[in-house]
């Protein structure tokens, strides 16, 4: 479960301002749809975890966005474990990049989402407490999210994503705005749940460590309308380290350069 | 910093009532002043004691409380209807793109009409009695409510929608886990001023279309040439709308907006 198909996918959007006062050819070029994919094909193998690196604004939260059907493709299609993807559904989650957790509710009561259709009151508790305990958040099962500090916010939105069984996880930068060592750790966490959990992973990422430790593939977008410039497999053992892998680092490298930065200052 | 001084800017944290309870005697006191030294006499401008009497006198013999509880009735029925009908119509307006274009337009048209200019038709429509008040004071707080939930409803934040979706809420778990929790806490503040705007009205309705009531007292009291009597009214009046605010505040610190507030236990 969890065979994602990406069949020719493109995206266009229309910009919906008028600009009156602008002569005639610059007003056709800001009505003009701008191109965000070009005909992306992927495939995603059952309980791969894929990184999907680029720069802001390439497109690829766009594209993560018509995978789990909150945006629909303007030609092309997504097709999830041989269906369609038409809307948003429970069998892919989204991990927003923004905080998802519902303000007004506390970690036990958005954990308790994932679950609220189980009949058996005691056993929706029992899934509720261990996947608070999952993610170690017992403590704070009765806090509210703006008393829980960053890291503990993702990871309860991680909880509140694993409690509903997906085949699917899609992540939005699921480490942006956090410190440092919280970043390490929960990048730790998702791999560890990855590895416990088998779920096909979507990770999309502007950090080009993360894609290369965590992913069990890499693939690059760039450019306007966004292409696909690498889709590599990653090979390599876990835990992975950049001093002892050497051919880890070289393609680290080699992402620096397409990319066009030296790595090297 | 000098320690006493940030004393002196804790008073109104430590004693709110005798600080609230001084400058209301200072009132008194400047009122009983100009009312001495005014020239004019006591039947044209009482001062506080007078009035005190007066109003201690109408307490005694029932017609206070009568009066009283005539214009609560009216602003109770007038309110619950604008409450009953304008949140439900301010979500739809909110939520549903074509509705508000339809009807924003129109209520946005009758929202600055004063009530009180709908008196000479409430009276024809309804003739003398409660109905033309409570029809009153229902225009009078449905329209800012229906535009201030609908403000409040279309600035929910839209992740919250797309969470909504990637559960698979239904349409009636979309109202009742995000949209009503949402818009609580400004739900109140917006209740807390309509109902502020329904006093004002009321009092003036009760001038005009019936024979009980505040302003009803007031309007009496002035052909009789009490004056003392109509400044026990207002008195009353601005204590009974000091206490409705009062309880309109308790209410937005009701256990359904904690998860807002960053103090909590």
């Known amino acids: 479960m969890g065979h994602i198909i990406i069949n020719s996918v493109c995206k266009e959007y229309r910009n919906r301002r008028k600009i009156a006062r602008m002569d005639e050819s610059i007003k056709s070029k800001f009505q003009d749809p701008i191109p965000v994919l070009d005909k992306i094909d992927l495939e995603f193998n059952d309980g791969e975890m894929v990184c999907i690196l680029g720069p802001s604004g390439c497109g690829k939260s766009t594209m993560l966005r018509i995978i789990a059907g909150f945006e629909a493709a303007t030609s092309g299609r997504v097709t999830i474990d041989g269906n369609i993807v038409e809307r948003p559904s429970s069998d892919n989650i989204f991990v927003f990049q923004n905080n998802g957790l519902l303000p007004w509710m506390t970690v036990w009561e958005n954990i308790g989402l994932s679950v609220r259709q189980m009949q058996d009151s005691r056993s929706r508790r029992e899934k509720i407490a261990e996947h608070i305990e999952i993610v170690e958040l017992e403590g704070f099962e009765h806090h509210y999210p703006h008393q829980l500090s960053g890291g503990m916010r993702r990871r309860a939105e991680l909880a509140r994503a694993l409690a509903v069984n997906p085949n699917v996880m899609i992540m939005d930068e699921p480490f942006s705005g956090l410190d440092f060592i919280t970043h390490m750790k929960m990048r730790e966490e998702v791999v560890n749940m990855h590895k416990f959990t088998g779920k096909t992973t979507l990770i999309v990422t502007h950090d080009i460590d993360d894609a290369l430790i965590m992913g069990d593939r890499i693939v690059v977008l760039d450019g306007r309308p966004a292409r696909i410039k690498m889709n590599h497999q990653l090979d ?15 393609l680290r490298q080699q992402i620096f350069l397409m990319e066009g930065i030296s790595y090297a200052v | 910093m000098k320690p006493n001084k940030l004393k002196t800017h804790n008073l109104g944290k430590r004693y709110p009532f005798l600080l609230t309870g001084i400058s209301f005697v200072f009132m008194l006191l400047i009122w009983d002043l100009l009312a001495r030294f005014s020239g004019w006499s006591s039947q044209v401008f009482p001062g506080p004691l007078p009035v005190f009497v007066s109003m201690g006198e109408l307490l005694r013999n029932g017609t206070l409380l009568k009066h009283t509880v005539a214009s609560l009735f009216r602003i109770t029925i007038g309110f619950y209807l604008a409450v009953m009908l304008g949140l439900p119509l301010g979500m739809l307006l909110g939520r549903n793109k074509t509705c508000n274009t339809m009807l924003n337009p129109i209520i946005q048209f009758l929202k600055p009409i004063s009530p009180i200019a709908w008196i000479p038709l409430a009276m024809l429509w309804f003739g003398i009695g409660d109905m033309p008040a409570i029809f009153l004071i229902f225009l009078a707080s449905f329209f800012p409510l229906v535009v201030s939930t609908t403000i409040t409803v279309s600035t929910i934040n839209p992740v919250f929608f797309q969470v909504a979706a990637n559960f698979n809420f239904t349409r009636m778990e979309t109202i009742t886990k995000i949209i009503i929790p949402a818009i609580t806490p400004a739900t109140i503040t917006a209740l807390r001023l309509s109902l502020a705007i329904a006093w004002l009205v009321v009092v003036a309705a009760e001038m005009i279309a019936v024979r009980s009531g505040l302003g009803y007292l007031i309007l009496d009291s002035r052909n009789a040439l009490r ?10 009046i601005g204590v009974i709308g000091l206490l409705l605010d009062f309880i309109m505040r308790r209410m937005g610190r009701l256990e359904s907006t904690s998860w807002q507030r960053s103090d909590i236990r």
């Open chain 1, 236 to 250: 390599f053992p876990r835990p992975r380290d950049f001093q002892k892998i050497p051919a880890l680092n070289k």
């Open chain 2, 227 to 236: 004056m003392d009597y109509v400044m026990a009214g207002m008195i009353v």
